[in-house]
């Protein structure tokens, strides 16, 4: 392929305004799709890390209770009109026994046991409606990371002690080592002493998520050594339906994942992956004309030096590769060229572009897999569009091209 990438070469820099033109517009389009495609990526990946940071992905409970109306020994209704029963609060039948088939289904990572239910803090005359959370904190790390999420005390949740938001310790005045009620539906009442502070990344969580000892939480609800749900942690995210799923067939539960939990954000995601495909799709066919406009004009201006070539006995094989040889130089020029000014505009965007706190919007990185398959991409692009100025090449009559 020596001679081929020789003449290539030796014809992309006779036409050097041509040439740049071309490569300067397959940077561009490289660019736009990279910057783009990453810019989306880190976008989803924030928005995913703040919706799902705090909430589990596949969520199994007990079913609901349903009203059923009575019947005649004849099958009959007796009760005409069936008013829905008012949902009390239950636990997981044998759900300890539960837990190891649910830590070994496929794409399951981790799994917790939680005590949760509605309750009421108190602190001096002031209350406040709260999610009173129950819940080991060892494995529950391995789903929300509870802990790392502390940004004062000590994150631990041994009996007596609970860890609370920041904002319901601002309205309560309260900081860590203070003391506070808690008091269920139930009538029951326990004074809890702060461990922690945790800030959940959400002003409404933060105001209302207190979390305290599975056992405490069990005993308050009045569900004795009970758990109302298990959450679970997957491994693959967009996979989380596929295994609740699954469970729905292994197990008499309901069974609940993020994507059914989040429809209008999963909808959004979706949104903007198409949107990107689009860009990328369209993107690349104008490289592609781009690079065979300028390839087309080349081979009427080479007719003469590719007649002389055919003439010499460069075969017609040959000239086909000289000219997909020069689509694949142009593609890959402008695709380095490219990942460099995307990553120019990727910095610049981290750099300037502030959120109202002064840092970042969000993290935003070009990954070497997302370079490297545009960077492919376009030159495959430009490989294509040589396609049909090679064959153009290669049909010359070399007596009639030498004659012109």
Not at 140 to 152: E, F, H, Q, T
Request: proline residues 3%; glycine residues 8%.
């Amino acid at each position: 392929m020596r001679f081929e990438f020789t003449v290539a070469l030796r014809f992309l820099r006779e036409g050097r305004f041509q040439s740049l033109l071309i490569i300067f517009g397959v940077a561009a389009g490289v660019a736009v799709v990279t910057y783009i495609s990453a810019l989306v990526e880190g976008l989803q990946g924030n928005t995913i890390q703040k919706t799902l940071g705090n909430q589990a992905h596949v969520v199994v409970k007990p079913r609901e209770e349903v009203a059923r109306p009575s019947l005649s020994a004849t099958d009959a209704r007796i009760a005409r009109d069936v008013q829905p029963r008012a949902q009390r609060l239950r636990s997981i039948d044998n759900w300890s026994g539960l837990l190891p088939l649910l830590e070994r289904t496929p794409n399951v990572v981790a799994a917790s046991p939680m005590a949760t239910g509605a309750a009421l803090a108190l602190r001096g005359e002031a209350s406040k409606s709260i999610a009173l959370v129950g819940v080991e904190l060892e494995r529950y790390d391995r789903i929300v990371d509870l802990s790392g999420k502390a940004v004062k005390g000590v994150p631990r949740l041994v009996a007596g002690e609970a860890m609370i938001g920041t904002e319901l310790a601002r309205d309560f005045g309260v900081d860590v080592g203070d003391r506070f009620s808690v008091q269920t539906a139930v009538g029951a009442t326990e004074v809890f002493k702060i461990a922690a502070l945790v800030d959940l990344g959400n002003r409404e969580l933060n105001r209302r998520q207190v979390y305290v000892g599975l056992r405490s939480a069990q005993s308050l609800l009045n569900v004795p050594g009970g758990a109302t749900n298990i959450d679970l942690k997957v491994a693959e995210l967009f996979e989380a339906e596929n295994t609740a799923a699954l469970l729905r067939r292994q197990v008499d539960m309901e069974v609940e994942s993020w994507m059914q939990t989040n429809a209008q954000l999963l909808s959004a995601l979706n949104a903007q992956t198409i949107s990107t495909l689009l860009i990328r799709v369209f993107t690349s066919i104008v490289v592609v004309l781009g690079i065979a406009s300028v390839l087309v004009v080349s081979v009427v201006q080479k007719r003469k030096e590719i007649g002389i070539l055919r003439a010499m006995g460069a075969t017609r094989r040959q000239m086909t590769q000289v000219f997909l040889a020069q689509g694949a130089i142009v593609g890959l020029i402008g695709s380095v060229a490219g990942t460099m000014l995307a990553n120019l505009l990727l910095w610049l965007f981290s750099t300037f572009v502030k959120g109202s706190d002064g840092q970042p919007l969000f993290v935003i990185s070009l990954s070497f897999n997302l370079a490297a398959g545009v960077a492919l991409g376009a030159t495959l692009c430009g490989i294509l569009a040589a396609v049909l100025p090679a064959l153009r090449a290669a049909r010359l009559d070399p007596a009639q091209a030498i004659r012109i």
